[in-house]
């Protein structure tokens, strides 16, 4: 079963402005990643976050974890055409002994030039 | 920064032959490599970890006997899709976990269709 969930699935925004994507997952995790996919290419990891930290940034891009309510949230600020794409959370969390990444159903954004 | 290459970028084969797909950490060593299947606009799907040196432990409803992986060295895993058929057309992606580190690194995907 897939343990992230993205929303919004879709999102529609003109060049310049911000775009926010949410992700809510179930069980504990060791740390939360945001990774973006081009239209049939493979996945660029963006950031990482760990289940110790609340907020991270990254040129435009700024994470934020929330623990207790299961939720993480990725903004892009100034948004780009380029931006284009499909965005994805994976969460991290250990069974066994082994990490099992498990992904959500991703946002797709569009970015209006 | 780290790379991971797939071999082939995509493939159109016949209905039941076996196709065996490669990823590599080019300038890292990789313990554990997944393999994930991707329909059109939907997410990753796990389909089975890879371990070096010990069998890969698949997902539930992946078949093992279908989808062989091999994990020969701390730089390769192969996944052989055996007696392929239509259903299997998909995008089949790999990513390596770099040791030491909480990152995957993706592979660029490969495309499988199976006429």
């Known amino acids: 079963s897939q343990q992230g969930e993205e929303d919004p699935q879709a999102l529609s925004i003109q060049e310049g402005e911000n775009a926010t994507m949410n992700c809510s997952y179930k069980?504990?995790?060791?740390?939360l990643q945001w990774y973006r996919q081009n239209s049939g290419r493979g996945l660029v990891h963006l950031i990482l976050?760990?289940?110790?930290?609340r907020e991270k940034h990254s040129g435009r891009l700024r994470v934020t974890l929330d623990t207790s309510k299961k939720s993480s949230s990725l903004l892009i600020t100034a948004s780009r055409a380029a931006d284009t794409a499909s965005y994805f959370c994976a969460t991290d969390s250990t069974s066994g002994g082994s990490y099992i990444p498990t992904f959500g159903r991703g946002t797709s954004l569009i970015v209006h030039p | 920064g780290a790379v991971v290459s797939q071999h082939p970028s995509w493939v159109i084969c016949k209905s039941g032959t076996s196709v065996k797909i490669e990823c590599r950490s080019l300038d890292f060593q990789a313990t554990t490599m997944f393999w994930y299947r991707q329909f059109p606009k939907q997410s990753l799907m796990l389909m089975a970890t890879s371990n070096e040196g010990s069998k890969a432990t698949y997902e539930q409803g992946v078949e093992k006997d279908k989808f062989l992986i091999n994990h020969a060295s701390l730089t390769l895993s192969t996944l052989t899709v055996t007696s392929a058929h239509p259903e299997d057309s998909s995008f089949y992606i790999c990513?390596?976990?770099?040791?030491?580190?909480?990152?995957?690194?993706f592979g660029p995907g490969t495309r499988l269709t199976v006429l």
């Open positions: 990513s390596a976990r770099r040791q030491a580190t909480d990152t995957q690194y």
């Open positions: 976050i760990r289940s110790n930290e």
């Open positions: 069980t504990s995790i060791n740390n």
